[in-house]
């Protein structure tokens, strides 16, 4: 097949222990899926949950072991950090049960939702869409994915990010409001899944502003880390 500007390149993810990777085809994201980090943005409660899109190509893919790079995005002067656990969707489905949800996981990864928060703040206020907070270039940096059966009991690892060697975030999975299971549900509802997606799963309290040169690594138990720099 040809086209009439040349394709743009298939996103992928290096799987551990696998020569063959893992295609991206979409990035959902949660809302404020963790008690205390909801609070920090002045909501509190069990809200229904919420999701907003990445695009594939906002991924920064960085191997094990290595540490990758993201630039300081644009028109920002307030550019955030979240923590994420990541589930790689391999087999999709519609109105998929919470109970039969975790199947359809072909393994996890540790990633980074990676926030303009002042603009995202200014969209808030004027109730328009969230877009050029979330959904921008290098915004969803993201290590190597670990086939389900490998990662051991995700449900209950701890998960954190150190900037420039230095606690910021520090939670368990076990404390998401809405477990992974009933995101896949609510998600399914909404939308069809299928292999090569991406969720993030939400993000623990203690957010806060990166600058040029700092390094963040992040982390959930029985994952490889995530080391990231802002260049």
Known sequence: ?????????????????????????????????????????GFTGREAPFFFFKPADAAVVV????????????????????????????????NIKAADAMKHIYGYAVGLDMTRRDLQGEQKKLGRPWEIGKAFEQSAPIGPIVPAAQAGDIEKAEIWVQVNGKDRQRSSVSKLIWNIAEIIEHLSSAW????????????????????????????????PELRVRVG
Not at 10 to 37: A, D, K, Q
Not at 78 to 85: K, S, T
């Open 192 to 223: 069809e899944l299928a292999p090569g997606d991406l969720i993030y799963t939400g993000t623990p309290e203690g957010v806060a502003a990166v600058v040029q040169g700092d390094t963040l690594v992040g982390g959930v138990t029985g994952l």
């Open 63 to 94: 191997p094990e072991g290595e540490t990758g790079t993201m630039q300081y995005p644009s028109l920002t002067k307030d550019f955030h950090h979240e923590i994420e656990l990541v589930a790689a969707i391999g087999t999709g489905g519609r």
């Open 1 to 41: 097949m040809s086209y009439v500007i040349p394709a743009v390149p298939v996103v992928s993810v290096p799987v551990v222990g696998r020569s063959e990777r893992f295609p991206v085809r979409r990035i959902y994201c949660v809302g404020r899926n963790y008690v205390e980090h909801a609070k920090e943005m």
